[in-house]
T-cell receptor
Framework: AQSVTQPDIHITVSEGASLELRCNYS??????LFWYVQSPGQGLQLLLK??????LVQGIKGFEAEFKRSQSSFNLRKPSVHWSDAAEYFCAVGGGRNRDDKIIFGKGTRLHILP | DAGVIQSPRHEVTEMGQEVTLRCKPISGHDYLFWYRQTMMRGLELLIY????????DSGMPEDRFSAKMPNASFSTLKIQPSEPRDSAVYFCASTPRQDWGNEQFFGPGTRLTVL
């Protein structure tokens, strides 16, 4: 069965510092991989997704993620965070060649930004 | 477009009462999803519809939960009777076509508190 793990429940970084949020997945083939962001009081918004092709994916708001098949990982990165990036980030896995595989979300990583 | 609209944004009720959550998907989106978000279980897919027809309700926790989509622009999630453990944020999302690789567009959620 597919699964997704976000090992870090909370991450705190200083404004201007680099960021990496970890995501590990379990899936029988190459799945769709997503990162969504949830700002306080709002719904989730897609940052980026990967299915095939270049393993480094660019998203909105200056985020990128790298798919590493050998590590079953899809970590989210940003070179320099802004205070407005404080939010909760969700990695998700699903779809792929088996169209019956629904999307499963990780439990999220809450990002705190220090001024 | 106004995006996915949910109402109410907050609901506080007493145990045993009926609760109805409402959702208006983005116009032209054929697929509608209901999710529940809790600290313990994260974001869970409860049910989804295609062209107003329920496709998969395997995530609905028990018979106290029911969902309907009487037309393309309106869906409800009902809990009767409600229990304190139903307290959560309930999200509605929509997407234009069936592909789990598609971006899902989320509403702002309804925060339900059952006392």
């Amino acid at each position: 069965a597919q699964s997704v793990t976000q090992p870090d429940i909370h991450i705190t970084v200083s404004e201007g510092a680099s960021l990496e949020l970890r995501c590990n997945y379990s899936y029988g083939a190459t799945p769709y991989l997503f990162w969504y962001v949830q700002s306080p009081g709002q719904g989730l918004q897609l940052l980026l997704k990967y299915f095939s092709g270049d393993t480094l994916v660019q998203g909105i708001k200056g985020f990128e993620a790298e798919f590493k098949r050998s590590q079953s990982s899809f970590n989210l990165r940003k070179p320099s965070v802004h205070w407005s990036d404080a939010a909760e980030y969700f990695c998700a896995v699903g779809g792929g060649r088996n169209r019956d595989d629904k999307i499963i979300f990780g439990k999220g990583t809450r990002l705190h930004i220090l001024p | 477009d106004a995006g996915v609209i949910q109402s109410p944004r907050h609901e506080v009720t007493e145990m045993g009462q009926e609760v109805t959550l409402r959702c208006k998907p983005i116009s032209g989106h054929d697929y509608l999803f209901w999710y529940r978000q809790t600290m313990m279980r994260g974001l869970e897919l409860l049910i989804y519809f295609n062209n107003n027809v329920p496709i998969d309700d395997s995530g609905m926790p028990e018979d106290r939960f029911s969902a309907k989509m009487p037309n393309a622009s309106f869906s409800t999630l009902k809990i009767q009777p409600s229990e304190p453990r139903d307290s959560a944020v309930y999200f509605c999302a929509s997407t234009p076509r069936q592909d789990w690789g598609n971006e899902q567009f989320f509403g702002p959620g309804t925060r339900l508190t059952v006392l």
